[in-house]
């Protein structure tokens, strides 16, 4: 039996990350940042030991340390019966998930002797897609969550004689300001039907560089700036406002998280 050391780990990392997704899921338990990593990283260095040295690694005294070290690096423990119910649900699947991949293996290819499970290609195709159902739809609402909790303002704009009530995100990033006086642009989506170019009256051009794009946008100073707080329209200090050069995803302006916290 030939063993592929680097694919050896692999499997076991990816094994090890799904047990203590589905103990996390059983069992309620809270998870530390960082700590399913450490702690497969630990279950895989413990298989690569036991592969290579045998003896008292491959003990049963060895294989409950190294399980209850897994188990409390990953897991906030608030009291010693949270421990043993979150123990308990991580060997429950041990057992499930062990099973299926041995039940695949028998069926897909690759090859079972003691502890060391051997995995063919599809059978490690499965068990990556089964990682990543697990782990990717948290991320993904993670990241969903901080887009939508990012800083935004409720703001009222009077520029050329007309007022526009915008949603305004409060961007830490932005620099755009307006070379001469140095305040502040805003970004306000094309779609708010404000036009502003090289000929109306009192635009100032200023430069711009995106991740994707850079040239010159024109601003105008605002006539007035108002921002909603608790159902009351209060003034805020007046910045230039642009039209940005396409439309906006989740929000209808863009002015710099400073200017909002120099009056907040």
Not at 59 to 88: C, N, P, Q
Request: hydrophobic share 55%; with cysteine; aromatic share 10%.
């Amino acid at each position: 039996m030939r063993i592929v050391l680097e694919w050896f780990l692999i499997d076991n990392l990816l094994m090890n990350a799904l047990i203590l997704r589905a103990a996390e899921a059983i069992s309620g338990g809270v998870k530390r940042r960082f700590g399913f990593f450490a702690a497969s990283a630990l279950g895989t260095a413990y298989a690569a030991a036991a592969l290579s040295l045998g003896g008292l690694w491959l003990s049963t005294l060895a294989k409950l340390l190294t399980s209850f070290a897994m188990v409390f690096i990953a897991f906030r423990m608030k009291d010693w019966r949270t421990a043993g119910r979150v123990a308990a649900c991580f060997y429950a699947a041990t057992f499930v998930i062990g099973g299926m991949c041995y039940a695949l293996v028998s069926f897909l290819g690759g090859y079972a002797n003691g502890f060391i499970l051997g995995m063919s290609a599809p059978v490690r195709t499965l068990l990556l897609g089964a990682v990543l159902a697990a782990f990717l739809p948290g991320y993904l609402r993670a990241f969903l969550a901080r887009r939508k909790s990012a800083r935004m303002a409720r703001l009222r704009v009077c520029a050329q004689d007309r007022a526009v009530e915008v949603d305004a995100l409060l961007d830490t990033g932005s620099a755009l300001v307006e070379p001469f006086s140095g305040r502040p642009v805003m970004l306000i989506s094309p779609e708010k039907g404000l036009s502003i170019h090289e000929h109306t009256p009192g635009a100032t051009p200023v430069p711009f560089a995106s991740i994707s794009d850079k040239g010159l946008l024109f601003a105008i100073k605002a006539q007035k700036v108002e921002t909603l707080v608790e159902g009351q329209w209060c003034d805020a200090p007046v910045v230039f406002v642009a039209v940005a050069p396409m439309p906006l995803v989740e929000t209808d302006a863009i002015v710099s998280e400073t200017w909002w916290q120099s009056f907040n």
